[in-house]
């Protein structure tokens, strides 16, 4: 399984970006997906999820401005940022797990400027 990540970039504060995350390879069923991020000097955190069921669970930090969607036929997970802080600055991790499997894409940085 394979995750590419897109959207990334440098924004000021107050601002949008979109993050994509296409899954490739062999993918049976419908897997969970959502966003990590890690701050320099931090753990990777939580952003926000789907499970495999479609429940989505979202970081009390993000919660009213972040937005996760996702295309199944295309096993894809969007994540729609607006209103960005400063404190949003990280790189950011898409990540998906089916059965036993956990996989994590490259990361893509987003940079959020006062």
């Known amino acids: 399984v394979q995750l590419v990540e897109s959207g990334g970039g440098l924004v000021q504060a107050g601002g949008s970006l979109r993050l994509s995350c296409a899954a490739s390879?062999?993918?049976?069923?419908?897997?969970?997906m959502g966003w990590y991020r890690q701050a320099p000097g931090k753990p990777r955190e939580l952003v926000a999820t789907?499970?495999?069921?479609?429940?989505?669970t979202y970081s009390d930090s993000v919660k009213g401005r972040f937005t996760i969607s996702r295309d199944n036929t295309k096993n894809t997970v969007y994540l729609q940022m607006n209103s960005l802080r400063p404190e949003d600055t990280a790189v950011y991790f898409c990540?998906?797990?089916?059965?036993?499997?956990?996989?994590w894409g490259q990361g893509t940085q987003v940079t959020v400027s006062s």
């Open positions: 789907f499970s495999s069921g479609g429940s989505i």
């Open positions: 390879g062999s993918i049976f069923g419908i897997p969970a």
């Open positions: 990540h998906l797990a089916i059965g036993f499997g956990v996989y």
